[in-house]
């Protein structure tokens, strides 16, 4: 995580600070358990290791672009979705 001296106290700031690698996690488990899918059933359907899912979903790995479309595709999405920060205040 880069430096960002609101971690502690406001959320926002929190996301907003978050590198890219946490950021595409974060967004990519937030869509994977709206839709209720398990990271197995997921890594299923996206044809991706559950394991690689995990770490994606952590911000430990750092997906090619090829693989960004895939974690797309299998949530229904396009890729920007998962490179998108929240609007302020959500």
Excluded at 3 to 19: L, S
Excluded at 61 to 84: C, H, M, S, Y
């Amino acid at each position: 995580m880069t430096h960002c001296p609101w971690t502690d106290r406001h959320k926002f700031w929190r996301v907003a600070c978050m590198d890219v690698r946490q950021l595409f996690g974060t967004n990519v488990r937030r869509l994977r358990l709206e839709k209720g899918l398990s990271q197995e059933e997921f890594g299923f359907v996206a044809g991706i290791d559950r394991t690689y899912v995990s770490g994606v979903e952590r911000g430990l790995r750092n997906p090619t672009i090829v693989l960004a479309e895939k974690f797309a595709q299998g949530l229904g999405v396009e890729v920007d979705e998962l490179l998108r920060r929240p609007a302020k205040g959500a």
